[in-house]
């Protein structure tokens, strides 16, 4: 009903709030009209409503505020939709402008491209038709044309400045040169080659050699010369050259290089080759020249110097090979495994007689150990019997001598030093027994330092396992004695000569004076030696 007699009743409708209450006011209580079911009645009422006319107005105004703001918000939207317009235009134009851009760059790096790919193409061709020798004398470069005939020392510019040819032509110098002589006259180049001699001869010395004898059997083999230089000995059969050229293709070293110099560059396809010499072993390039015997190993003369030029290699034995063919290679192989072989079989021999050897010493030794076993045993029961026996007897004379040792004369007079000696007295108890009681410390503390000449002359030392005497077990009773008497450190005596008896040099002894300053070299007197009871150290 609302929305029928108040049109403008939807845009209110998102108000909320203290603006929806005094919406509410304004509407409803102000500029309210009352209407009838009398449509002319309404009419009537409605002209004579005072908020009639306001009302209009206000919904003018209201319509007016509208349009304006719809004007804008076209306005808007235009703008918004023209500036996309002109973007997507713009973007347009700078795409075309960049393709065109594109373009060109592309254009000016096909040029640059394809100028490159023609120089490369131009090189590749000159390479294919200039050929580059290197001298071996004085190893400088030079350059033939061989369509123009034209010799240079100097690079032609095609090339450049970092291209050039790239498989360079060889020239034979002293070292790759294959050109042997005659292993007899040593004056003609070789013709045939005996693989029964291992040798390469001339004709002429072929047949005086091997014209009687088991030599007039020996099938000899022809040596072909190479088809480029002329001169050189053939060491390689391209098979592949042969079935191209309908003839047979030896080359030496060096031309089989220079021929082959395009093989493996993309275009050029591999031939099959195979060698009519045995090759270097280190190279696998040129013909070996040389065997080393030591290394038992064949060299090209390059790789000979290089393998050969430090260390003990240096004084290996080599000998020189002439036309050396994978068969004659063949016998020297065969030859070395039949020389190891005896070798082999002689170090077993001698290992077996060694063994055999030890075996008999072995049981040599276990015969000799039982022998000496039975032997020992036989002698070392008496002789142990013995030793208990004396144990036995030293135990009864000392159980004898302790009841003198009870005795009151005997305990009075051994304090003073005036017992006599008995029988199962030890070294020190009857030497100690000499001196009163009182001294008694001290010379056994000096006597205690005695020690046997091997100590003080260590060069004269045979047994060092062997522990030298020391203490009491140094000198005989009566050196012993007097030095107890002496104080344990000194020998005793009266003024006079000193009488010493010992197979040691004295010079290098202290002197007495010496001895009373240094108390511990006591006993130097009396070791091992024999000194006057009236002696005097001078």
């Known amino acids: 009903m609302n ?43 409605r002209k004579r409503d005072s ?7 206000l919904d003018d105004r209201t319509d007016r505020f509208i349009f304006l703001k719809a004007s804008m918000i076209q ?3 235009r703008g918004y939709h023209c500036h996309l317009t002109f973007k997507r235009e713009k973007a347009e134009r700078d795409e075309v402008a960049r393709i065109k851009r594109d373009q060109m760059k592309s254009i000016h790096i096909q040029k640059l491209v394809r100028k490159f790919l023609a120089r490369l193409k131009v090189i590749k061709m000159a390479e294919r038709i200039y050929v580059k020798y290197v001298d071996p004398s004085t190893e400088e470069p030079y350059w033939s044309n061989p369509r123009t005939k034209v010799v240079s020392w100097a690079k032609p510019k095609i090339f450049g400045k970092f291209s050039d040819v790239s498989h360079p032509t060889l020239l034979p110098h002293k070292g790759t040169e294959f050109v042997i002589m005659c292993v007899n006259c040593n004056m003609e180049i070789v013709d045939l080659v005996c693989q029964s001699c ?88 040129f013909a070996a020249r040389w065997r080393c015997e030591e290394c038992q190993d064949v060299y090209c003369t390059a790789c000979f110097s290089k393998v050969h030029k430090r260390g003990s290699r240096v004084n290996h034995k080599c000998e020189p090979l002439s036309y050396y063919t994978p068969t004659i290679h063949d016998h020297y192989e065969r030859e070395i495994r039949e020389k190891f072989r005896r070798a082999r079989k002689a170090g077993d021999e001698h290992e077996m007689a060694m063994e055999r050897q030890r075996k ?7 015969v000799q150990r039982r022998f000496r076993g039975f032997r020992a045993r036989k002698f070392g029961r008496a002789f142990l019997k013995e030793e208990r026996k004396k144990v036995r007897d030293k135990w009864k004379q000392r159980k004898k001598d302790n009841l003198v040792r009870v005795t009151k004369k005997y305990q009075a007079l051994e304090p003073l030093g005036l017992a006599k000696r008995l029988d199962s007295d030890s070294m020190e108890e009857a030497v100690l027994k000499r001196i009163p009681i009182l001294l008694r410390r001290r010379a056994k503390f000096w006597i205690k330092k005695n020690l046997q000449d091997n100590y003080w002359f260590e060069e004269n030392i045979k047994d060092k396992k062997k522990i030298p005497k020391r203490g009491f077990d140094v000198g005989k009773y009566e050196e012993l004695v007097e030095q107890v008497r002496a104080g344990g450190w000194e020998n005793g005596g009266s003024e006079g000569t000193t009488v010493v008896c010992i197979v040691l040099s004295l010079k290098s002894l202290p002197t007495a004076r010496s001895l009373r300053s240094r108390p511990s070299m006591v006993g130097l007197g009396c070791l091992e030696s024999t000194v006057s009871s009236r002696a005097k150290w001078t």
């Open 51 to 57: 908020g009639v006319k306001f009302k209009k107005a």
């Open 75 to 77: 306005a808007q939207a």
């Open 198 to 285: 291992d040798d390469a001869y001339c004709s002429s010395c072929f047949n005086s050699l091997h014209t009687k004898g088991t030599r007039k059997n020996h099938k000899p083999l022809n040596i072909n010369v190479c088809m480029e230089c002329d001169y050189q000995l053939a060491t390689k059969t391209c098979e592949t050259c042969t079935a191209q050229q309908h003839k047979a293709c030896n080359y030496c070293d060096v031309c089989h290089k220079n021929v082959h110099r395009f093989e493996g560059d993309g275009k050029t396809k591999k031939h099959n080759w195979s060698w009519k010499v045995q090759p270097c072993v280190e190279c696998k390039d």
């Open 360 to 366: 008999e010493f072995q049981s040599a030794r276990l």
């Open 3 to 45: 929305a029928e007699l108040f049109p403008k009743f939807k845009d209110y409708l998102g108000y909320r709030g203290k603006e929806a209450r005094v919406l509410d006011l304004v509407l409803n209580k102000f500029f309210k009209t009352h209407y009838d079911a009398n449509k002319k009645k309404n009419e009537k009422r």
